[in-house]
């Protein structure tokens, strides 16, 4: 039966047996003392005692733990699954987020593949690096292993069920519509879910997580201990072989034997602004995700000779966030624009710096157009020079509106993320709160509100000025190059509005991004791989620490299908292995076996919290 422990194991529950086995208790039946060798039990980097010990050890409770721990309790394996949150606040950025999985069918997988080789060269990247990179290789298995999804679920008794992102009636919109096989794509039904929540699943979470974790406690062994973060890895400085994890638990360091590998599922550094100014180059960013995920994890693998890769690719940065807020630790979100009359808004130097109105015109992408405005939105990219880079981030940014704006609904409007699922946040639906908390700020005229921004009044003016002049001429001289195939994505004449009479109104906004997507590179086993070249042994890695695709984002592919991917992957691949305090016959036998088959799941017990 799995178990969740808040504080790791207590020692009651070690001796009464339970399945995470500690020190020598869970050491009889398996040969040797927990070393690899006799010299190495006194080696300086081999902990003076094991803790605890298991099989497979995963970090990190979001889709791709979740998927590492399903696989390799189903391959038979004891598993146990660290979180550095506490129980309330485990499940990172997977428990929160839009739960949509792409799965596309087999009929578009070469045109998706096509697609998505484009999207990771639109940086001017070449797609072959060689095995671990964006490899023609890694796309293929990455698509053809999301259609597995489907399967996967089903065999948990979960089935996804098709739904649309916006694209029409049961379809996906792709979001560069000028690269090959965007078409196919917008025929397809992408975006899987659940119907619904099963009945016990934790109900402040999206519905896939919930069920995915209901479903583990029902039907597996894996272990949960919370408030225990992974630190450093415990490796053979010789043959670079991972052997367990040094964590932080209650203040102590505790060490813990992997007897066949580490599974590192721990996210990103979402919520690590020196990570952030190093890799990002910005000087903040903020996601409306799991707050736990700030990449020390990363850093722990590189330690261990990890190659980094795609350190400075951030999923689907927009300006839209009002950052995070006294009384919460998640980011809470902004709604894409007001619903009515004028919005501009203006970075650091009080002038406009992109096509606000284009955030809401759902995301498509159209080069020619982006070309000439120097703009793009949701993918946070923009093409200039003919190539794509990262739209600036011209902090501090404010966006401005007036009376007509505030009352056409909610400013701050979330439907997930993490201050909305797990921290209750609800935006006032007339905007009252946050004009009365001074999250809105006010004032009767552009002066007193420039002030209040702490920005040049006149220069402040003089953007209202310019925008006001543009919306006489029915014409967004700024962004707006008289290009014909704009017309679809152009502002439409009733939101290039004037800003009149006052009083107008300003929110501080911020760059804010769902996860950040570098990491580590991983092979198709989800093997960690070192700076050298060979994977590093008994490493494996999962989910958005190392993601394959460079700036460009897609909704769905960016994202949880392939964590989920990577992260069965990956638990599967490890419950194989032969541990590595076998007895050396023993290993050697096992080295010449054909692959164990996976076990059943164990039949279904009922789930127990501690
Ligand atoms: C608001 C939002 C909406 C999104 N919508 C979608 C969507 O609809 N579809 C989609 O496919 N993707 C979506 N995404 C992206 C998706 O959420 C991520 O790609 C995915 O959840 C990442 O999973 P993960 O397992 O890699 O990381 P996470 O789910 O973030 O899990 C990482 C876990 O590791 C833990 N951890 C961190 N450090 C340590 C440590 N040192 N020791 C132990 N544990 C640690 C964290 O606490 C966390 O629980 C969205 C993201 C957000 C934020």
Redesign the pocket.
Known sequence: MAKQMNDGLSRRDFLKGAAVVGGAAGLGAMGLPGVASAAEADADWMPKKWDYTTDVLV????????GAAIEAAKHGAHVLV????PFR??????????????APSPAIHEDYITYLTHMTEGQGFPTTHGEGFTSDDTIRFYVEQSFETRTWFESLGMPLKGAN?GGGPGRWMPFYPHFPGADAIGTEDQ?W?HTSKVAGAEPKAGNV?ANLEKWILDNTDVEFMYK????KLVQNPNTREVLGLI?TQGGKEKAIKARKGVVV????W?YNWDMVRDFNHMPELY????P??????IK?CWDAGAAPRNMGVT??PTYRCAGVMPGYKGTI?LSNTTRQGPFIMIGRNNKRFIDEFRGSVAGLQNKAISELEGTLTVSGQELRDGAYVPQSNPEPIHMIFDEVGLKSGAMFSMF???AYYVEGFRGSADNSAELANGWILKGDTIEELAEKMGRDPAQVQATIDKWNEDCDAGKDTQFDHGDPTRAPYARPANRLQKFTDGPFYAIACHQC???TQGGMVRNLKSQVMSIEGPPIPRLYA????G?IFTILYQ?????????LVH?RVAGGEAAQLESWDAPAAKKAAAAKAAPKKAKKPAAKKKATRK
């Open positions: 970090i990190g409770t979001g889709y791709a733990g979740q660290i979180e550095k949150a606040e485990r499940g990172g950025n997977s428990r929160v987020c839009g739960q949509g999985l792409l992102n975006y879910t997580w225990t973060a992974a630190k964590v599922c721990a996210g990103g979402e996601s409306i995700g799991g736990f995920n700030t990449g020390e994890t722990m999923a689907a979100q997930f993320g993490w991004t769902l996860n999962a989910g958005e620490n993601d909704c769905m592919s960016n994202a949880g299908s392939g964590c992260g």
